[in-house]
T-cell receptor, first 110, second 110 residues
Framework: QQPVQSPQAVILREGEDAVINCSSSKALYSVHWYRQKHGEAPVFLMI?????EQKGHEKISASFNEKKQQSSLYLTASQLSYSGTYFCGTVTGGGNKLTFGTGTQLKVEL | DVKVTQSSRYLVKRTGEKVFLECVQD?????MFWYRQDPGLGLRLIYF???????EKGDIPEGYSVSREKKERFSLILESASTNQTSMYLC?????????FGPGTRLTVL
């Protein structure tokens, strides 16, 4: 079953912050975040393993709440280059495959 | 840089035709994956392979088969193409923790 992402779409002004959420109905082993720019292939951003850790680099970070079976991606001080579709992928306990959500379209405007 | 290439960017086929989509990676990865991407549905896993001649069904394998005769090459086969298989097909290779995607093949079945 696909994880549920919210919101489905968001428009930001440059410099604003955004949060993208990813929820699963099953116990999570790991959460993976990818970004796909228009017309390009998805690109790996980061992975979070169970343990409630937070990871990130520069202005994009993510958290993983194992109890709530959800992850959040935080984009701070957004830039035009952040525009694209963000996908979370989940591996559930005992599983051996990555299941992606339906994506969140993010558009950053001047 | 990891490179994943797909045989065609655009393909148009007729209903009932047998269709082959080819994917080649140059990083000696054990795992290779085939996804289809449809608006509003995200990335859905069709099949994956964790070794030569080994394959495993993903979430939507019906109507598809795969072949992996060499480590670097993973083929997706549509035995008898149907209009509901019109989609963007993405190949990926890598570990479960990080996948590298090809540019995609946009297949139209008339």
């Amino acid at each position: 079953q696909q994880p549920v992402q919210s919101p489905q779409a968001v428009i930001l002004r440059e410099g604003e912050d955004a949060v993208i959420n990813c929820s699963s109905s099953k116990a999570l082993y790991s959460v993976h975040w990818y970004r796909q720019k228009h017309g390009e292939a998805p690109v790996f951003l980061m992975i979070l393993l169970k343990g409630g850790e937070q990871k990130g680099h520069e202005k994009i970070s993510a958290s993983f709440n194992e109890k709530k079976q959800q992850s959040s991606l935080y984009l701070t001080a957004s830039q035009l280059s952040y525009s694209g579709t963000y996908f979370c992928g989940t591996v559930t306990g005992g599983g051996n495959k990555l299941t992606f959500g339906t994506g969140t379209q993010l558009k950053v405007e001047l | 840089d990891v490179k994943v290439t797909q045989s065609s960017r655009y393909l148009v086929k007729r209903t009932g035709e047998k269709v082959f989509l080819e994917c080649v990676q140059d990083m000696d990865h054990e795992n290779m994956f085939w996804y289809r991407q449809d608006p509003g549905l995200g990335l859905r896993l069709i099949y994956f392979s964790y070794d030569v001649k080994m394959k495993e069904k993903g979430d939507i394998p019906e109507g598809y088969s795969v072949s992996r005769e060499k480590k670097e090459r993973f083929s997706l086969i549509l035995e008898s193409a149907s209009t509901n298989q019109t989609s963007m097909y993405l190949c990926a290779s890598g570990r479960m923790n990080e996948q590298f995607f090809g540019p995609g093949t946009r297949l139209t079945v008339l």
